[in-house]
């Protein structure tokens, strides 16, 4: 069965210090891979996307994402956490131009409390 | 750009009614929109992909005459919850795919409807 797996449910790290969110993925074929962000009582806001190319990929809000196809994962990065990033993020993968299923696989979510 | 729309933001309605969500894209044409379930502090759950001008998909275990879904312009899907009861309430939250530039079409998510059913 196709999966997404975040094997953190919750990350902690001081503010000002870097941060990684874990994304491993097994699915077939060459997926499209998101990281989404959900502040309290929001919906989700779209961080940044992998579709090929450079594995290395900047997105909004200072976080960057680093595809490697040979661990299938995708894991999140920021160089220096601020306590506005504290959230819920989600990892997900899919082929949104797959004809009629478009729709996308997603991870259950990592909870990352930046602690001032 | 991309911005997607929900409304109500919150409802509060007695056990048995209906009551009927919209999800608007508002600066794009969406030919699929996404329709989600989240309980507290849980991941996401697909309910259902709604397609303009056809019958929705629904995901295994999600009940279509329940949760009605329509899609009848390229900027506007809605959720009807049917005879709502406690256990339907949730958080609802849509998305749409844009067609987007460079390639990839991402989906970009409403913020989401708190529904209480008392």
């Known amino acids: 069965a196709q999966s997404v797996a975040q094997p953190e449910d919750q990350v902690n790290v001081a503010e000002g210090n870097p941060l990684t969110v874990k994304c491993t993925y097994s699915v077939s074929g060459n997926p499209y891979l998101f990281w989404y962000v959900q502040y309290p009582n929001r919906g989700l806001q779209f961080l940044l996307k992998y579709i090929t190319g450079d594995n290395l990929v900047k997105g909004s809000y200072g976080f960057e994402a680093e595809f490697n196809k040979s661990q299938t994962s995708f894991h999140l990065k920021k160089p220096s956490a601020l306590v506005s990033d504290s959230a819920l993020y989600f990892c997900?993968?899919?082929?949104?131009?797959?004809?009629?299923?478009?729709?996308?696989?997603w991870g259950l979510g990592t909870s990352l409390a930046v602690n001032p | 750009g991309a911005v997607v729309s929900q409304h109500p933001s919150w409802v509060i309605c007695k056990s048995g009614t209906s009551v009927k969500i919209e999800c608007r894209s508002l600066d794009f044409q969406a030919t699929t929109m996404f329709w989600y379930r989240q309980f507290p502090k849980q991941s996401l759950m697909l309910m259902a992909t709604?397609?303009?001008?056809?019958?929705?998909?629904?995901e295994q275990g999600v009940e279509k005459d329940k949760f009605l879904i329509n899609h009848a312009s390229l900027t506007l899907s809605t959720l009807t919850v049917t005879s709502a009861h406690p256990e339907d309430s949730s958080f609802y939250i849509c998305s749409a795919i844009s067609p987007g530039t460079g390639g990839g079409g991402t989906q970009y998510f409403g913020p989401g409807t708190r529904l209480t059913v008392l």
């Open positions: 997900a993968v899919g082929w949104p131009y797959a004809g009629n299923n478009r729709k996308l696989i």
């Open positions: 709604s397609n303009e001008g056809s019958k929705a998909t629904y």
